[in-house]
């Protein structure tokens, strides 16, 4: 896998600000950029959100009422509790087989309504009362970062990836396609040379390589093969494969 393959079939930004996670020291957490107007207080140089996510993070913590030793992650189902209504956790149920019932090929030119997202008009924000809207966000992207983007082992949520989340709810371009590709390689890596693999982290972004294996082999999958639709929208290969089964063994 290429870092261009990569970057097509994900989405992911090549260019951009370097990822890392941690978390900043206090001199950096509240650093002020200096104002023009001697008269008014500069703004933080980080994301204004970030001391409300890590002070959130720290709550739960408590709330959870996790050691100090196991504080570096919370488990997901904790963390998505601290931020949706009760009402709006639900099971989610997966149809994988043709969900449109237009077969593995289909012959007919794809409608928007199939392929690109709607807007309801009378949605509701499942957040818990008092929750703002920044909080919010960047409660679910820390969540698409370390279970979608980069996994990490038992699927938590990992307090250093608070500042990543931060600057991408800013919208801060992050380069996150060459830490995906390394990871991958990292874990591949691993796994070959190494017999017994516990206590190594061998969690992958699978989806990622599924949609590098759609765009090299026809067929692999059962979903709409309209790869140039996708591409000339600017979309990444990878919304291809959403609900798609597997054809091979």
């Known amino acids: 896998m290429t870092l261009w ?19 900043p ?3 950096e957490l509240f650093r002020m950029r200096p104002s023009s107007n001697k008269s008014k207080r500069g703004e933080l140089i980080l994301p204004t959100v970030l001391p409300a996510a890590l002070s959130h993070y720290r709550r739960v913590c408590k709330e959870a009422k996790l050691s100090r030793r196991s504080r570096a992650t919370i488990p997901m189902d904790i963390w998505i509790r601290s931020f949706i209504r009760e009402d709006e956790v639900s099971q989610a149920t997966v149809f994988l087989q043709d ?4 077969g593995v090929q289909y012959i007919e030119d794809l409608s928007e309504d199939l ?3 709607f807007t309801d008009i009378g949605y509701m924000s499942p957040a818990l009362p008092g929750m703002s809207e920044e909080l919010f966000l960047v409660g679910f992207l820390v969540c698409w970062l370390c279970t979608f983007v980069l996994p990490g082992k038992g699927g938590a949520i990992r307090c250093n990836a608070l500042l990543a ?3 991408l709810s800013y919208g801060e371009r992050l380069s996150l396609a060459p830490v ?7 874990t591949f890596r691993t796994i070959s040379e190494n ?3 516990d206590g190594h982290d061998t969690v992958l972004p699978w989806q990622y390589i599924y949609a590098w294996v759609h765009i090299h082999i026809q067929g692999a999958f059962s979903c709409l093969e309209y790869l ?7 979309y990444p290969i990878i919304m291809q494969l959403l609900r798609a089964s597997s054809t091979l063994e």
């Open 99 to 102: 969900p449109f019932e237009l």
């Open 195 to 197: 017999h017994m693999l």
């Open 25 to 27: 020291p206090d001199e």
């Open 115 to 117: 392929a690109e997202p």
């Open 165 to 167: 989340a931060s600057l």
């Open 180 to 186: 995906v590709l390394n990871k991958i390689f990292r």
């Open 5 to 23: 393959e990569l970057q097509a079939v994900s989405g992911l930004p090549i260019f951009g600000c370097r990822y890392e996670e941690c978390i």
């Open 228 to 234: 140039s639709y996708f591409s000339n929208r600017g």
